[in-house]
């Protein structure tokens, strides 16, 4: 009975944790990439111009595969990466809470990763891979017991 919920949660917490970082993507990408690899290189983020390409495709493609569930722990990844990225070059300073502070980069960089790979079968990785995963693993199963 659960199963159904907890699917449904798994998609919405995807669902909300992709639209912020879309959010952020599209801001990036109205900036333009010598926009944005300008602001990454005032802040000490090496090699600018390949993070900007780097931050834009994993918070724009990757949030919408993201919502959809494809290839959900490389984007959960690309996630975490992103947001150290942007913890260590900008908000450290400021600490965990209040103006500027690191609390927001760090849960939505910890529950990309957590959903990422337990995404539900509400995903395009379940339709695609989960089967197949649950049939190998009850043949595991079959072989262990025999």
Known sequence: MFGRFKDVALLLGRIGVAVVFLAHGLQKWNNGIDGTA???????????????????????????????????PLVGLGYVVISVGALLSVHIDNGLTGQGGYELVLVLALAGLALGFNGGRLSLDHLLWGRKRARRDADVGELQNA
Not at 44 to 60: D, K, M, N, S
């Open 38 to 72: 300008k602001f990454f290189g005032m802040t000490g983020i090496p090699l600018p111009t390949v993070a900007a390409v780097f931050a834009i495709a994993v918070e724009i493609l990757g949030s919408i595969a993201f919502i959809v569930g494809f290839l959900l």
